[in-house]
C-alpha cells in the first residue's frame, strides 16, 4: 500500500517537462508494441495476471479495448488538465466504472486515433493550460487530490500500466 501514499506526493513534485518527457517515451513504447500487429491480435482477448495499478475487472481484455480504455480516461484527464489549469473545479466525480471500454471500437479507426493521441497529446495541452502550478484539486478514487501537475502526470503513468498489459496480452497471444 506505501505506493498509493508516495505516488501523489511524487505526482505533485513532478516537474511539467518530465511527465511530457515520461508520457511520449511511454506512449512511443505502447505504439511499438501494437506496430503490424493483425487484426486478430488487436481483437482477441487475453487473460492476463495480476498487475499493479490494473483493476480485476479489466484484466480479460484486447489490446483493440486497452487502446480504447487509454483513449477513454485520456479524453476525460485532458479535460480534467485543461479545467485545472485554469483554476477551474471540477464537478464530475472520478468513476473507475464510466471508463471501461465497450469493445465496439472500429479498430482501425481507433488506431489512428490512439497513435495522434500518443503523439500529440502534450503539444495540444500546452497552449491550453494556463497555469501549471494552480493549486485547484480533483479528487482520484485511489491517490486523492491531485493539482493538475498530478493529473498530468497520472496521464503518463497510466499509459505505462497499460503498456505492461499489452505486453501481457501479446505474450499471451504467442502461446496460442
Request: aromatic letters at 10%; glycine letters at 6%; charged letters at 25%.
Amino acid at each position: 500500500m506505501g505506493h498509493l501514499f508516495l505516488r501523489p506526493f511524487v505526482a505533485e513534485r513532478t516537474p511539467w517537462e518530465v511527465s511530457t518527457q515520461r508520457f511520449l517515451k511511454i506512449h512511443g513504447k505502447i505504439l511499438q508494441e501494437i506496430e503490424g500487429l493483425s487484426q486478430r491480435e488487436l481483437t482477441t482477448k487475453m487473460l492476463v495476471p495480476p498487475l499493479r495499478g490494473l483493476e480485476d475487472s479489466s484484466r480479460y481484455w484486447s489490446i483493440s479495448m486497452t487502446l480504447e480504455h487509454l483513449m477513454i480516461v485520456g479524453q476525460s484527464v485532458q479535460m480534467a488538465i485543461v479545467e485545472l489549469g485554469s483554476n477551474r473545479s471540477i464537478k464530475q466525480k472520478v468513476d473507475t466504472a464510466k471508463v471501461k471500454p465497450k469493445g465496439l471500437a472500429n479498430f482501425e479507426e481507433l488506431l489512428s486515433q490512439f497513435k495522434s493521441y500518443a503523439l500529440h497529446t502534450p503539444t495540444q495541452l500546452e497552449p491550453q493550460v494556463k497555469d501549471k502550478n494552480s493549486k485547484t484539486k480533483h479528487y482520484h478514487p485511489w491517490f486523492g487530490n491531485f493539482t493538475v501537475k498530478g493529473w498530468y502526470w497520472l496521464l503518463a503513468m497510466h499509459g505505462g500500466v497499460h503498456l505492461q498489459q499489452i505486453r501481457e496480452i501479446k505474450k499471451g497471444l504467442n502461446k496460442t
